[in-house]
């Protein structure tokens, strides 16, 4: 990244909040289930399939993490009623992980039995390296339960996640986006790409189902190689990207015929996540002196 991006990277958390939402809006489908329903629409008919995220993180007692929970069971009945290829993405925080583990395995559980009711699956994301042992026990619990219709996510950045990998049956493998030590996360790039690429090898060869996502070439091209290299059938793999970045890519590989599913996130919190979609974009600089000049050219 140049130094100025860098720079602004640095300062974005005393960027407005405003600045911040407009900068980050083709990130985010908006405030509303409607939102979400009208951008997986348009995915599907690209024939894009999709992962819904809820925005939450940021919630801060009980009544708030059911109301999440609330949130996911509305959607999931919307995608039924308008008949859409998707599924959900949660984060264990929004359903109470940090409030009490009890009230986030009620939460979870519940909304992956309405899933599995209704044939669509539910993934955990994955979130800081404190929450990794709690989002892993959970997901062994209920898929130990009988629950096929979940699945979780595993960061390469992350230095024991090759050691995570034996017995999970479905991993999305991301770069991981959270700042964490050098004890126990890479933080070289090389190295984070060299633990993807030896993260997916280990998931493929132990037969998971695997969810590849990244926007980064030089994977992309890793992960094409790896797929075709084992001969994975086209049901036991897919892409996945963010909701905003590098569409023209992920059109590429739906012509290819691989499954690409696009993650969106919608709702009224949607700080957190913006701000660590923005600190990523590598052209930040060039975004936020565009967004400020627009402002003031429109004055
Ligand atoms: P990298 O960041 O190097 O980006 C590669 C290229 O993609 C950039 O050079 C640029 O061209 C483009 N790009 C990437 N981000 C951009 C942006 N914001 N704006 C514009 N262009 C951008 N993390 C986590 O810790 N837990 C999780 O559960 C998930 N879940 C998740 C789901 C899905 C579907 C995706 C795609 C990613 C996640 N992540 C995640 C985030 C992930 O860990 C990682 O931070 C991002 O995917 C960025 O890493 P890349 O592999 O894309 O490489």
Request: no cysteine; net charge negative.
């Given at each position: 990244m140049a130094l100025l991006d860098r720079a602004i990277v640095k300062l974005l958390p005393a960027v407005p909040r405003p600045v911040v939402q407009r900068l980050s809006s083709r990130y985010i489908a908006g405030p509303t289930l409607d939102d979400a329903v009208r951008v997986v629409r348009r995915l599907n008919a690209k024939g894009k399939v999709a992962t819904v995220d809820v925005l939450g993180e940021e919630i801060t007692n009980a009544d708030e993490a059911r109301a999440i929970a609330g949130q996911y069971h509305d959607a999931l009945a919307r995608f039924d009623e308008e008949q859409l290829d998707a599924t959900v993405s949660v984060k264990l925080t929004a359903l109470g992980l940090e409030l009490d583990l009890d009230l986030c395995r009620e939460n979870l559980e519940a909304v992956v039995v309405d899933a599995a009711a209704r044939g669509r699956f539910v993934r955990v994301d994955m979130e800081d390296s404190s929450t990794t042992d709690r989002t892993l026990a959970l997901y062994r619990e209920l898929r130990g339960a009988g629950h096929t219709n979940i699945g979780v996510v595993l960061q390469a950045y992350l230095r024991r996640t090759l050691r995570d990998i034996?017995?999970?049956?479905n991993v999305r493998i991301c770069k991981g986006i959270y700042i964490e030590s050098p004890e126990v996360a890479f933080r070289d790039y090389d190295a984070v790409r060299e633990s993807f690429v030896v993260c997916l090898e280990a998931l493929v060869a132990q037969g998971s189902y695997v969810a590849?996502?990244?926007?980064d070439e030089y994977l992309i091209g890793e992960a094409l190689r790896v797929v075709s290299e084992a001969r994975l059938?086209?049901?036991?793999y897919e892409f996945q990207m963010l909701l905003g970045v590098r569409p023209d890519r992920a059109d590429e590989l739906v012509a290819a015929g691989h499954k690409l599913r696009v993650y969106v996130p919608y709702g009224t919190h949607w700080y957190e996540y913006s701000v660590r979609r923005l600190q990523e974009n590598p052209k930040i600089a060039g975004y936020v002196a565009r967004d400020v000049a627009g402002v003031v050219l429109r004055r």
């Open positions: 034996p017995g999970l049956e590849i996502a990244t926007h059938a086209p049901d036991r």
